[in-house]
């Protein structure tokens, strides 16, 4: 059992753990970005666009690395395409540092028209560098 006064910022266990839900935080976007887009993921891990103006680029920063401790992270960026669908570029920035994305089935995924679009993106830390792997589903 755990209890937290105030609000919880961080907690490390090892072994399995077990949770009856998991409530998020979602950053809705400003309407209209393209190009470069930072997104701070101490503060959440979902972003959700109401509308892109052009395909983007994202910048991420605050991700957590140690040397030598290899860690996981997972996003969540959700757009909601207009007629004009738009995409995430393959380059993926991480404090500053630019990767380029392993796609599923080694195709990038373009933007769905007049759908919600939803890539999922993995961040993989070796202690040293990291991959980073994106898949994308769309939704009516």
Known sequence: SLTSVGELTGLEVSGISGFSGVKERVNVRTSGESGNVSYD?????????????GDITINLANVPTASGVPR????????????????????????GSSYTIKWANASQPSGNASRHDIWNISMIYDGSSWNVYSSASSFG
């Open 41 to 53: 993921f101490a503060a959440q891990g979902v972003y959700y666009h109401p509308s892109l103006a």
């Open 72 to 95: 996981a992270f997972t996003i969540a960026v959700i757009v909601s395409q207009s007629g004009s669908p738009y995409k995430i570029a393959n380059s993926f920035g991480i404090n």
